[in-house]
Nanobody, 120 residues
């Protein structure tokens, strides 16, 4: 199993920045990709950005040029740097680990989420 703990959310004014962190523990060796998802009130959870073991990244069109995902393998931590925040970025942000283990197949693990509120 993989455990994920997010931190870094909060209230921020439009145009400002925040950095989210997600520390992974447990069966780290089984992680294929780490990612950030978000869910706004009344909306479905959506992918924000993901990063594979090899370092390749994927960012949603709505955050390209503003958000950047990165990972520190030594610390088993994934980050989401969020710049030029907009009110529509307000959501609960969830860390995700997609894993694969022989005998278990693919699994998805989730953190508890951290709230980001963008408001003046």
């Amino acid at each position: 199993q993989v455990q994920l703990v997010e931190s870094g959310g909060g209230l921020v004014q439009p145009g400002r920045s925040l950095r989210l962190s997600c520390a992974a523990s447990g069966s780290i060796f089984s992680i294929i990709t780490l990612g950030w998802y978000r869910q706004a009130p009344g909306k479905q959870r959506e992918l924000v950005a993901s990063i594979a073991n090899g370092g390749s990244t994927n960012h949603a069109d709505s955050v390209k040029g503003r958000f950047t995902i990165s990972r520190d393998n030594a610390k088993n931590t994934v980050y989401l740097q969020m710049n030029s925040l907009k009110p529509e970025d307000t959501a609960v942000y969830y860390c995700n680990a997609h894993t694969f283990q022989t005998g278990e197949g693919s699994m998805d693990y989730w953190g508890r989420g951290t709230l980001v509120t963008v408001s003046s």
